[in-house]
Structure formats: structure tokens, C-alpha cells
């Protein structure tokens, strides 16, 4: 693919014309970026727009399916006192579920895992993951291809992680970019002020 450049004059004609060539990694990089930019300010207004923490778990699942096709997410609060990953939100093929209310013992759970690390974990093949059996059912589907957990962490505070999966693979690759970094942050920020 080429680039064509115009170099003009204060008359605004042009006075050079410059051609140079574009190679495939160049425009893909490009291509990413755009991508995870739009990723970024969709799920910005979502964040300054939510005032339940249930609110704020269906806006995102809403803005994520649109670009990753989430198949299954959950939101796991940590109760650090009694070292619990309580799952409160579900959603499950584009349907919400209430009144969930499931407590996992955190202890060596990868959700916990990856909340103690402060990295978001994404997964292909995710059926072959490191976690307890319980938790796997928690997690995914047997149409599960990706994974991604998030973790939600505001300060010093552990408040839980944000899981998602799909039916495609590398599906959340670009949630590994550190300008979700930022997002992330405000995530847990805001989930850290809202009641349930």
C-alpha cells in the first residue's frame, strides 16, 4: 500500500508531492492502535456513566461483547477478611443473571492468583488453565476459547477481578496493551465507590 503526502504552500497548492510505501506491519500496527483507541473511549463513557457496581458490570459486558463477543463474564469481589472470591454479577450469552451470590475460598484460585499479581491474564485454549474445577465451571463455558482476567485493584485495595471469555481465539490479545492500563484503573476506582 502506498502513502501519498502533500506538501503545500501557503496557497494551499501543492508544491510536493511525496510517495513513499507502507509495509503490511506498519498498517497493522496502525490498524491495532485505532482499535484499542476506540476500545478505550467506548468504555471510558461507560465508567463516568455507571452509579451501581451492578450497573457498571452489565454497561461493560455490553461495550466489551461489541468487541470481543463475550460469551461468558463474572464479577468476583475479594473479601479479604475471610479470604473469599465472592462471584455477584453473572452474565451468560448476552443475559444477566441477579441475584448471584457465590463464594469461592480465594486461597490458590487463579482469580486470586491474578488479582495478588496486578496483571491482566489472558488465555487461548483456555479449557487447559490452571484452576479448580469449581471455578473453571465459574469461568467458562465448553465454547470457551479465550480468557481474560482482569484485575481490579484500586490503590492498595484488592477489590476483584472482572473475567470474560469468548468463542474466538486470541480474543483479548489487545487487553495486554498498557493503555488499558488507564482504563483498568478507573474500573477500579469507580467499582471501589459504588454500592452493589
Avoid at 457498571?56 to 475471610?82: P, Q, W
Avoid at 496486578?118 to 488453565?129: A, F, L, T
Avoid at 488507564?182 to 469507580?190: G, V
Wanted: hydrophobic letters at 35%; one cysteine or more; proline letters at 2%.
Amino acid at each position: 500500500m502506498s502513502e501519498i503526502k502533500w506538501m503545500t504552500d501557503n496557497s494551499a497548492r501543492p508544491t510536493e508531492i511525496e510517495f513513499r510505501r507502507i509495509d503490511r506491519s506498519e498498517l497493522q500496527a496502525e490498524s491495532s492502535a485505532y482499535a484499542e483507541n476506540s476500545v478505550f473511549r467506548s468504555l471510558k463513557k461507560v465508567i463516568n456513566s455507571s452509579y451501581t457496581r451492578y450497573e457498571l458490570f452489565m454497561k461493560l459486558c455490553s461495550k466489551l461483547d461489541k468487541f470481543f463477543a463475550i460469551n461468558r463474564a463474572s464479577l468476583a469481589l475479594y473479601d479479604e477478611e475471610n479470604d473469599l472470591m465472592s462471584i455477584t454479577h453473572v452474565q451468560i450469552n448476552r443475559e444477566f443473571r441477579n441475584g448471584v451470590h457465590l463464594n469461592v475460598v480465594a486461597g490458590k484460585t487463579l482469580m486470586k492468583k491474578v488479582l495478588d499479581s496486578g496483571h491482566v491474564y489472558v488465555r487461548d485454549y483456555s479449557q487447559d488453565i490452571e484452576a479448580i474445577e469449581l471455578e473453571k465451571k465459574i469461568l467458562m463455558d465448553k465454547n470457551s476459547k479465550s480468557l481474560a482476567i482482569i484485575p481490579l485493584v484500586h490503590g492498595n485495595k484488592k477489590i476483584g477481578t472482572l473475567n470474560i471469555t469468548s468463542s474466538s481465539y486470541q480474543a483479548f490479545s489487545i487487553l495486554e496493551s498498557h493503555i488499558f492500563d488507564y482504563f483498568f484503573h478507573k474500573t477500579s476506582e469507580k467499582m471501589s465507590e459504588l454500592p452493589q
